[in-house]
């Protein structure tokens, strides 16, 4: 059987205009904001109506480690979505925005795959409802703020070499990683070193992602601090009385976006923060929205579940009161292979031996989910390579962990291909739920990053310098010791080490740095090197990205 | 009598929905692509369509040199539209799009006042329907694939010296005016001298505004010179095949915006290039468009006639073979009070000697005007302190130069308070318009800023320095040579001196610099100080925007 391209699948999609995808979940024309035809926000006078209506069920779909094999965690998201509805069920996905920039080094993607899909993908992948590009403004309006107020006198005394907001732009632009600004003399201000990230980086993304409602929004924004005077003492964005105008500049932007799949279901497509140096979940009003208006929310999370769900648990669900119902993991025979040691060019051979090696890693991922007092479910997203007897390694390493397996036909069959899955979600979600965080917030900062290395990634310990184990402390001294830690870790092991597959354990943990993100709500442990302005390859993309004569684009998918 | 503060005004709008005001114009409603409810864009496909029917009658409103004591140019503009249709012309408003950046250092505006005004205002003011941050996208693309081509092995030879294709940001942000990029080592680039300026100086802006379609969009897009190799040869844009990404990222961007008056009246706000290393008037799409689906088309050029007339007839009008068949030109008793020599202070005193005086400004543009062979009427924006004694006095002056002056109330009572100006408008359309730019496109680059300089300056001489000559004769032998000039003067004089008020002849115009916007097709002659990057001031308006418990906007106006 051929499936077509995405781009062709995606083109070919019967949309119904938006009001009517909006009329399934009971959100009338005049509450939704239309952007196009095929778009809308949500507004928020109508969510804030929707408080005193009981939640729907949250379902997170989360993954193993991944591999070049892919593993279609989104795909999957969008699938039971599409196979809760089709068993009768009320339904709404909630996944992350892309982000403009990379389009342009290598192909776009994020909004599914096959006939799993959300649509419109290429206006997703773009501009979309320009979200991210409130959110780059926003940002930049704090950077300019600050030099503006050097140049003028500098009154609050910031230490101009402990400046730690950068500025933002979404665009991979290697260039401007590291730069010095305010060059030229005088008129142009005091020359200082500087940078930018990519938008997604941005704790502005963070925060509109974990915010409640716009007065949560303003308040952390004016909690971020931009740097420390000499006497390290913190600059926060209130004191540059920058909060309200970010807040104005973001108010549409937190609005969460609702567009459909290819068979016409409602999905919100909404915020898009990073998964190492930030949690890397849709925002949290999409999700409340989405349990408000649907019996089922099936969401996703950044990176695998060491990582992925991990935050989601941890720092999602724990700061905005969430209780996840189910978890689905997803695997490919293809990426449990490579985990046990194929190579990328040998994965169509049946090697059901390779399987059992790579499914340590589902299995250890199983183990982990449990200590959440979540119930899972295993997803094997089907390839047409795949053989019955590998099939049946991966269900037989399940059901020796107590988990179901259901293979998913979506890619290629849509919701009809998933039934299966959606019924046992269905089933196990009618358990009430016994989900717990994996630390509480009173643990001492450098305990809870213990905790997380020990329990999910198996290390033997974590190192820190004393100027790390300072700097948590002096956190803590200032109030900061509740929140939750977010990891910056490869997403590629389970350990710092990307070549690590499988289920290594008893490794070490190097805590590198830490950063506070104090209008977020989290601190960051970096372990390795975390890239948050990317480069574009030695053939980028956009070279072969344009319009065709009859106006639609190319080369982007 | 009181009239309330544009903000409120701007509140209190009962607004149409935004397919209501379509309809007017004869747009289908799946035609529109709405942006909220009060806001759309008209399809590219409507609009090709429209390309057999007749044109109405372009009206351009300019005005006389600004002074601090404001002219209302485009609160004229908004005026003369309501008017228009309050005596039964079907008419369309066509304005620029303001830049949401210098929104956080002083307070907004650009969309009229008074009962003359555009809405919705904050949003016009702020992301409106996201053309400038698709701008800024479009541009920061080409620069970051410009370091990319060098940080891969510079193929094109690129001389990093001479790129002059800088980055853009929709910011006032001085610390960006001068930057230099790609430290931090080998990962990073080459480190060389950069930066930003603000979206609107973009030449993607200029070039968005002077496309007539997609097609000829990229074809510009491609002609943008990036820099030069050590031979002076230029590196287009399309060396780095980024045309055809570019105008993927502007694809909705080049579509007009739909909004409306206080009075329901039809308005496209659409483009904003920089009036002085630009041409200062909205997009050509736009005013095409209006002439398509309005009898009468009022628009507006940037600063006073010496500038923004000049550009719009001498780079818009002949470029688009547009034929203005009226001109505006707005003046208050105030303005010209301060051109005869008024401190701000003493504005409101009566002066008719002072009137006259400063009236020769006045008699200068239209002098000026009379020399493109458009039919020119003088609309003396009425303020509450003028005089009968005083606006008789520009009457007599307008008498004298064979042209009416009408007194508009349009500021305080809306469309019925400039009728008389429609009325005027209406009559003086009706000559067959005798329009001539001021310079053929063949005459020599430095002939052509001769002939400005002497005729609409009324300078003695036009110098310049040996480098700038040689430049243009360079520039002619490439095949530059039948470009029109955009001058870049300061806007408060005819002559090079911002001080120099009245009407100054004689004096000198020193070209400092020149530069080649090859894709927007103009050649920039730049005299005096321009400042492509604002900074912000001591006590920025950010400090006092925010949101209201009502989820309003505050301390934007």
Same mark, same amino acid.
Request: with cysteine.
């Given at each position: ?338 985990? $046990?040691? %194929?190579?990328? !060019?040998?994965?169509? =051979? /049946?090697?059901? *031996?390779?399987? @059992? &090696? ?101 290390? $033997?310990? %974590?190192?820190? !310098?004393?100027?790390? =184990? /300072?700097?948590? *402390?002096?956190? @803590? &001294? ?80």
């Amino acid at each position: 059987m051929t499936v077509p391209s995405d781009i062709e699948i995606a083109r070919a999609a019967r949309k119904k205009p938006i009001q009517e995808i909006g009329c399934k979940l009971g959100v009338p024309s005049e509450s939704l904001i239309p952007y196009g035809h095929d778009k809308a926000k949500i507004s928020a006078s109508f969510i804030k109506g929707l408080a005193d209506r009981p939640d729907g069920k949250l379902i997170l779909v989360t993954a193993i480690n991944p591999t070049p094999a892919g593993e279609g965690k989104t795909t999957t998201t969008v699938g039971l979505g599409d196979g809760l509805n089709r068993i009768g069920k009320k339904a709404v996905i909630c996944i992350r925005e892309p982000s403009l920039g990379p389009c342009f080094g290598v192909k776009g993607g994020a909004a599914g795959g096959g006939y799993a899909q959300v649509v419109p993908m290429e206006d997703i992948n773009l501009h979309f409802t320009g979200d991210f590009h409130a959110i780059t403004s926003a940002h930049n309006l704090l950077s300019a703020l600050i030099d503006n107020h050097i140049y003028w006198g500098n009154e609050l005394n910031i230490d101009t070499r402990r400046i730690t907001w950068r500025r933002v732009m979404d665009m991979n632009d290697r260039a401007l990683r590291q730069i010095v600004t305010s060059l030229g003399g005088a008129s142009n201000g005091f020359p200082r070193e500087a940078g930018f990230d990519i938008t997604v980086a941005s704790e502005v993304m963070a925060i509109l992602c974990l915010a409640t409602d716009l007065e949560d929004l303003e308040r952390r924004l004016g909690a971020i601090i931009i740097g420390y005077r000499r006497d390290k003492s913190p600059v926060f964005a209130r004191d540059l009385k920058a909060d309200g105008a970010m807040a104005v500049l973001l108010k549409e932007a937190l609005q969460p976006n609702l567009v459909q799949t290819l068979e016409n279901n409602p999905a919100l497509v909404h915020g898009g923060p990073f998964a190492n140096i930030a949690h890397g979940c849709n925002s949290v009003v999409a999700t409340k929205t989405a349990l408000k208006l649907g019996d089922y929310v099936v969401t996703e999370a950044g990176f695998g579940a060491d990582l992925g769900a991990e935050k989601f648990f941890d720092i999602k669900c724990r700061k905005a009161g969430l209780t996840p119902s189910a978890v689905v993991l997803v695997a490919t025979v293809r990426a449990l292979k490579m985990n $046990g040691g %194929v190579a990328k !060019d040998d994965l169509s =051979r /049946e090697d059901v *031996a390779a399987v @059992e &090696r790579g499914a340590v890693n589902l299995a250890r991922h199983l183990e982990n989910l449990a200590k959440f007092g979540v119930p899972a479910v295993v997803a094997i997203n089907h390839f047409t390579t795949d053989t019955d007897a590998e099939i049946a390694a991966v269900k037989a390493v399940a059901e020796g962990l107590g988990a179901e397996a259901v293979l998913c036909r979506h890619w290629a069959d849509g919701a009809a291909g998933i039934t299966e899955l959606a019924e046992t979600v269905v089933r196990i979600a009618e358990t009430p739920s016994a989900f717990r965080p994996l630390y509480p917030d009173a643990m001492p900062l450098f305990s809870k990053i213990e905790r997380i290395a020990a329990e999910i990634y198996r290390a $033997g310990e %974590v190192t820190a !310098d004393k100027a790390v =184990r /300072e700097q948590l *402390a002096d956190w @803590e &001294r200032q109030g900061y010791g509740e929140l939750p830690v977010c990891m910056a870790k490869t997403q590629y092991s389970f350990s710092t080490d990307p070549t690590l597959r499988g289920a290594p354990e008893g490794h070490e943990v190097h805590v590198r740095e830490v950063r506070l993100s104090a209008g977020a709500g989290f601190i960051v442990a970096i372990t390795g090197e975390i890239m948050t302005m990317p480069g574009l390859p030695r053939t980028p993309s956009s070279e072969k990205i344009r319009l065709n004569s009859d106006g639609a684009i190319e080369g982007l998918f």
